[in-house]
């Protein structure tokens, strides 16, 4: 891997790691405060909320703008998100702002490797990158519940500045002040971001243009033999898995008695099963059988129906890396195709946004679904099996899909296949 690869995955560390460290100080701050479960719930899809609105101009900017430089500006927007929420902005406004810095990431993020790597990589490259970012998911997660935990918080609240009052007076507001650090953090990495070689896009003109441009864009994706079948995919995945980040902190409360520090722990125990199976796969998998896993996205629906039936931490544990595993195994093979699609369709940041407006779209709609259920009186044991149902039944229609590609398209989909296959084999750069 070239040294400039390492760069973008200690940025994207730092940047994830506050990102899902942030997720439950504001889950605390709502409980704290009073606020209904809903409330709690929305945190999901309110996060995803800039993604899809702003889909059609971020990944445009990433095409236009140095990367490094767009994943600076995007953290910036992070800590003013972050700082919003500390200083009285409702959470759902504040983590809002958060999304908003994280959708103009993304495309950069992920545009970058496809500039700066050959494609034989890009699968090694996503599942590092995928490993490192569920690794930060983890450490986030667990960072998140040990910062509004007693001891932590407790030594957080102690710390005063002479002369200064910080106004912060609960263990939330304590945890949310030290993430500012971690994304002042990554921002110094985006900092050294090597500048690739790769031509800049102009911007369409006029936001109507870009609307035009991305709508376009979004189009060919889906009438791509193997984009479309990869796109489902991962929109399918990362819809689902967003929603559950939630829904494991509610079941482990429902089904273990769990408080938001502990539940934590096992929301943190998902994304290890993740990381594991993302490193598997960069090590195992290619580029042209990326659609063999599609099988394992019904085996992981059927599997989070049987969440309902644990109510012992002792089978949660193993059950819930397991399924993690499932889950990291499927996705990177199917976003290095996705990638590798999207790249010679059109230019990498515009192809991620696409990505992230179907994914992000996907975890609002189930996110806002979920939601109102709470809202009416939905138990995290009815959404369990409401979301393994559709993601079994989804992942078969998905399957049946690509059959039918292979019958209907053969020609087609035979030379997608040697493409993919011709850009997997080793090329000296």
């Given amino acids: 891997m070239k040294r400039g690869f390492y760069t973008i995955m200690s940025a994207q560390f730092f940047s994830s790691l506050a990102d899902n460290a942030l997720f439950v100080a504001a889950v605390e ?35 236009a703008v140095p990367k490094g430089r767009v994943m600076f500006f995007s953290n910036t927007i992070k800590v003013i998100g972050c700082l919003m929420m500390l200083f009285g902005a409702h959470p759902l406004v504040a983590y ?15 545009g970058i490797l496809t ?34 935990g007693d001891r932590v918080s407790h030594l957080l609240l102690a710390f005063d500045l002479p002369m200064i009052d910080t106004g912060i007076d609960t263990a939330p507001e304590a945890a949310i002040a030290s993430l500012v650090g971690l994304y002042v953090l990554a921002a110094l990495f985006n900092l050294r971001i090597p500048r690739t070689s790769a031509p ?25 033999k193997l984009g479309q079948i990869s796109l489902a995919t991962t929109t399918l995945f990362w819809g689902v898995s967003g929603n559950l980040r939630y829904i494991v902190l509610a079941w482990a409360a429902a089904a273990l ?20 199976g993302a490193v598997l796969a960069s090590l195992y998998g290619r580029l042209d059988r990326a659609t063999g896993v599609i099988p394992l ?41 996705l990638q590798h699609r999207g790249h010679n369709l059109m230019g990498a940041g515009r192809s991620i946004a696409v990505q992230n407006f179907n994914e992000q779209a996907c975890i609002l709609g189930l ?33 049946r899909w690509h059959q039918r590609n292979l019958v209907n398209h053969k020609d087609e989909v035979e030379q997608l296949l040697d493409l993919a296959r011709t850009d997997h084999l080793p090329q000296d750069r």
């Avoid at 409330?39 to 059609?56: E, G, I, N």
């Avoid at 790597?117 to 997660?141: D, F, H």
């Avoid at 019904?298 to 644990?310: D, E, H, S, T, Y």
Wanted: glycine share 12%.
């Fill in 257 to 276: 008695g769990y408080g938001t520090t502990q539940a934590s722990s096992l929301v943190g125990v998902v994304a290890i099963g993740t990381a594991v």
């Fill in 96 to 110: 809002a702002i958060v999304g908003l810095g994280a959708a103009a990431y993304s495309p950069a993020k992920y």
């Fill in 200 to 224: 800049l896009q102009p911007l369409a003109h006029g936001l109507l243009g870009l609307v035009r441009d991305f709508s376009a864009c979004n189009s060919k994706l889906w009438q791509d």
């Fill in 367 to 399: 996110g806002a679904f979920y939601t109102a259920m709470t809202r009416f009186g939905l138990s995290a044991f009815g959404a369990i099996t409401i979301f393994g149902v559709v993601v079994a039944g989804t992942m078969w229609w998905i399957r």
């Fill in 297 to 337: 996205g019904i085996a992981m629906g059927l599997l989070v129906i049987f969440m309902n039936f644990i109510h012992n931490v002792w089978v949660a544990a193993p059950f819930l890396i397991l399924l993690g595993g499932i889950g990291g195994y499927l996705v990177v093979p199917m976003n290095a195709l």
């Fill in 29 to 63: 701050l709502l409980r704290s405060s009073g606020s209904p479960e809903w409330q709690r719930a929305a945190l999901v899809p309110m996060f995803a909320l800039f993604y899809v609105v702003l889909a059609p101009f971020v990944g445009a900017f990433a095409d």
């Fill in 115 to 148: 500039e700066l790597l050959p494609p034989s990589q890009l699968v090694k490259a996503n599942g590092w990158i995928e490993g490192l970012t569920i690794a930060s998911i983890i450490l986030g997660v667990l960072l998140g519940g040990q910062l509004i």
